[in-house]
Structures are given as C-alpha cells and as structure tokens.
C-alpha cells in the first residue's frame, strides 16, 4: 500500500496559468516534505520542501502548502512555463529519519 | 564539476547474468543512495552508504549487492539479474548525510532490462 500516493498521472496547463500538483500521504508521522522535479532521460532535481511546522513555503513561482490535518500537499506553480513541462514526484518522511517515501509522481504538461 | 555521474545508460542482461552500475560524484559528498524506479511506482531506495565504509539496506534490497569503493564512488551488483529487476536505477548523493533534509543531488539513470 503506498504511503505516498499522487492520484493524477498527468496534467496539462496553458502557459501563464496556474499549476497545481496534489499529493497525499497516510502516515501521520511524516514531518518532513520535498518535491522534485525530472525530466526525461535525466535524474530528478530538487525543487522545494517544506517541514510540518510550516504551511506553506515559497520559493520563486513555486509555492507548497500543507494541511497536516488532512495530510494532504500541494504544489503551485505561477506562472507556469513551457519548461515546467516535467514529471513531479512528492516525496515524504521523518525529519530525523535516513530515507524517503517517493509517489508516483505527476506528469505536467505546459501548453503554449 | 560533473555532480553525479552513472555508467552504464544502457544496458540489456539475460536472466541470470550479472553486472555491476557504476556510480560516482565529485562533489565531497558522504552519503550516497541507489533507487530504482519502475512505472507507476515512485523512487524506492536500494541501498545507502552514510559515510565512506558503511552501507545499509533499503527498502528493496534483495538481490542487490553494493560497495562504496571510497568516498566517490558506490556501486550496485546485480549478481544473478532477473526480469523484476528491469528498471531505471539512480544514483544520488547528499554533501553530509544522516539527515533528510540534506538535498539529494542524482545522476543521469541507468536503464536496465533483463530479457
């Protein structure tokens, strides 16, 4: 069962719009939260991340909120840009755990 | 500097074959990882290496061998490949480890099928 899960496999956005990429988890001890960002035939990048004593952080066009309560994150991207066009994985875990939960990730397609 | 560095990009094995991924980073960094991931599927840790001389399972350790040569390098050995192995294979290091909110820096990925 995955601890983890992003239930949108992909989606597409026309440029200078908002995106905004869900994640939610089932672990109620995750305090620690990242978002990557890959492209094809490359290693994911780090994006943002943010710690359960924050709800949102934000860092440029990318800003991340969460709600602890319903364990739920998410990623906004404004305004979004052909180059956002990536595949984002959220990844999860305990702040002073060794390793991280990964989902499945979310395909974002920017259109002109 | 190259960052993290994986050889081969490629590779087809035959069941029962084996083969070791090469990874390396020059960037001073601690720690370092081996995932794979497979579709649909996140990224799920083979193995780690903390520190130079110290490795530790993941979550998906059968049938996987690792070593970390010295603080550049870490591989990961397949020693008998079998089709649930075919996957994508990344590398990644972290400048001091021990904690996850060090960032993880990862290579380029190694595409593996095994016939």
């Known amino acids: 069962d995955q601890q983890v899960k992003q239930n949108s496999p992909s989606l597409s956005v026309q440029e200078g719009r908002i995106s905004i990429l869900n994640c939610d988890y089932t672990?109620?001890?995750?305090?620690?939260f990242l978002w990557y960002k890959k492209y094809p035939a490359e290693g994911p990048t780090f994006l943002i991340s943010?710690?359960?004593?924050?709800d949102k952080n934000e860092d440029g066009r990318f800003t991340v909120f969460l709600n602890k309560s319903a364990k739920h994150l998410s990623l906004h991207i404004v305004p979004s840009q052909p180059g956002d066009s990536a595949v984002y994985f959220c990844a999860a875990s305990l702040v002073y755990g060794q390793n991280f939960v990964f989902g499945p990730g979310t395909r974002l397609s920017v259109l002109p | 500097n190259a960052g993290v560095t994986q050889t081969p990009k490629f590779q087809v094995l035959k069941t029962g074959q084996s083969m070791t991924l090469q990874c390396a980073q020059d960037m001073n960094h601690n720690s370092m990882y081996w995932y794979r991931q497979d579709p649909g599927m996140g990224l799920r840790l083979i193995y780690y290496?903390?520190?130079?001389?110290?490795?530790d399972k993941g979550e998906v350790p059968n049938g996987y061998n690792v070593s970390r040569l010295n603080k550049r390098e870490f591989s990961l050995r397949l020693e008998s490949a079998a089709p649930s192995q075919t996957s994508v294979y990344f590398c990644a290091s972290t400048p001091r480890g021990g904690t996850v909110t060090d960032t993880q820096y990862f290579g380029p990925g190694t595409r593996l099928t095994v016939l």
């Open positions: 672990n109620s001890m995750f305090d620690y």
């Open positions: 290496s903390a520190s130079e001389g110290t490795t």
């Open positions: 943010i710690s359960s004593i924050k």
